[in-house]
Nanobody
Framework: QVQLVESGGGLVQAGGSLSVSCAAS????????MAWFRQAPGKEREFVAA????????YYADSVKDRFTISRDNSKNTMSLQMNSLKPEDTAVYYC?????????????????????WGQGTQVTVSS
C-alpha cells in the first residue's frame, strides 16, 4: 500500500500553467497504475488523467487532452500533472490516486470507486 500527498496547487490566471505533484510513501509505488482526479464545489469527483505503473501508457479526459500531461518518476516515488492553457473551469481540488488491482488502465475504467488510495488533495484556482 502507499500513502499519497499532493502539493503544488495555487492561484493562476486563465491561460497560465501550473504543475501539481504527488509524493508516495513505500516501495510499492512503482507497482501501481496511478491517476489524477479533480472535484469542483458542488460537483462529483471526475477523472483527469491516468498512467500505467511503468509510465509507458497514459490516458486523458477529453476536457484536458492536449493541455495536461501526466508523468511519474518511480525512482523518486513521485507523479506529476503539468497543466497548461488553464481555464476557469479547471478550478478544483486535485487528487492523486493509486490502483492496486491494475485493472483501471487495462479495462479503461476510471471511476473513483476503482482506486484504493487517495491523497488529501491540493487546490487549483484559475481566475478569469
Amino acid at each position: 500500500q502507499v500513502q499519497l500527498v499532493e502539493s503544488g496547487g495555487g492561484l493562476v490566471q486563465a491561460g497560465g500553467s501550473l504543475s501539481v505533484s504527488c509524493a508516495a510513501s513505500g516501495r510499492t509505488f512503482r507497482r501501481y497504475d496511478m491517476a489524477w482526479f479533480r472535484q469542483a464545489p458542488g460537483k462529483e469527483r471526475e477523472f483527469v488523467a491516468a498512467i500505467t505503473w511503468s509510465g509507458g501508457m497514459t490516458y486523458y479526459a477529453d476536457s484536458v487532452k492536449d493541455r495536461f500531461t501526466i508523468s511519474r518518476d518511480n525512482s523518486k516515488n513521485t507523479m506529476s500533472l503539468q497543466m497548461n492553457s488553464l481555464k476557469p473551469e479547471d478550478t478544483a481540488v486535485y487528487y492523486c490516486a493509486a490502483d492496486y488491482s491494475g485493472l483501471t488502465m487495462r479495462l479503461g475504467r476510471f471511476s473513483p470507486s476503482n482506486y484504493d488510495s487517495w491523497g488529501q488533495g491540493t487546490q487549483v484556482t484559475v481566475s478569469s
